[in-house]
């Protein structure tokens, strides 16, 4: 019972711009791309001269119909596909695409429960998807971020999280070093921290986080010691252990 | 133009097509580790005749156990070869298991489910694991423990298992609803719906 319905689709590369020194925003035109629901991802296949192929799979940064996708790519120091997406694709450039993928870390439109989402690093990507579609879609439906970031020069989208006009606040945290006059000192994200900055349980919130597995682990057990249940909490991990 | 060099060419003939070796151990769950107390801890079986045959934890790690040497591959891509693990055979369990039905939910602490066939459960080609790496398996990675079935993409193997329903046809579990594939066998590439 092969299956194998989703197919590999070519994307040029229209446009690039870095976001930090390691990171960039690659937004590719697919012909016939189907659109995609905030929270999905997409498997990328790159092919060498001599037939080698390697696939990597990126949360889309967009969201909603059209033919054009955005990702961002942050370089892996060891990585074999994301410094060739980061450091040398260029515009016209093609790619092979397979998606959109993945039903269950997604938000939509008409989803009614409040929304947390909460970012570790380039986690950050298929959440601003989410806060994208919540803007797009002029839904009331309150939606927040708790953006986690080693440094302030390390946030990803900050222009854009950050205009008085977007529809879900963002704030900050930092873990390593903290801008000027800010009022908390560098450090892990606590349980307090989540208390002070995220929805309460009791407005029984569907809470979102993307990060690193030891950030997604220790944010989702301090929110479940706050009182949140486990079935509002969705997950997306990345990194080994 | 960039030209695409790629440099790990793994032609390893351990590896299914489309996927890459990974040393590290990549952690994937659609939410939080769940907080098992082994008092409570228990692993059924659950057959149409309405018979449920449950194991505390004492009596499952009573049961005979194996080593186990095995490839593990993700539909994320990734794959790592030769993992070690320590588990009771599914064939162990079954074995006192009457049941006309021909496939299986898995169940989870968490809610987690996966169907399977029960014909790919059996003949030494599925375990419940308790132990990776010759250490007790870690809540990340399924512990106490996880269902093992190797030759499936490993959302097929479920963290945290706490028991399988028979189940007269192949109902799609968790992932199989959110547009992953119904049976999922890397060397088929069957990873998507």
Redesign the interface.
Known sequence: MTSRAIGWRTGSLERAHPLTASARSITFTVSSWPGNDAGQHVDVRLTAPDGYQAVRSYSIASTGAGEEIELAIDRLPDGEVSPFLVDDLELGDTVELRGPLGGWFVWRPEQTQPVQLIAGGSGVVPLIAMTRAHASAGSSVPMQLLYSLRTPDDAFFRDELSQPSATARTTWHYTRAVPSGWSRSAGRLTAEDLKRETLPPEHVPLTYICGRTGFVETVSRALISLGHVPDNIRTERFGGT | ?????????DDNPALPP?Q?L??????????????IDMEDWEFFIHTEAGQTHRWTWDQFIALPSQDISVDIHCV??WSKLGTGWRGVSLDTLFAEVETGFDFVMAHSY??YTTNLPLGELLNGRAWIAYEYDGDEL?A??GGPARLLVPHLYFWKSAKWVRGLVMQSEDNPG??E???Y???GDPW???R??
């Open positions: 133009m960039a030209v695409f060099g790629g440099h790990r060419r489309g890459y990974t040393e590290s151990f990549p952690v994937l769950s659609s939410g939080p580790t769940p907080s994320t891509s968490g809610g870690d990340e990675h968790f992932w609803e959110n547009g594939n119904l049976h088929r590439e069957e998507y719906a």
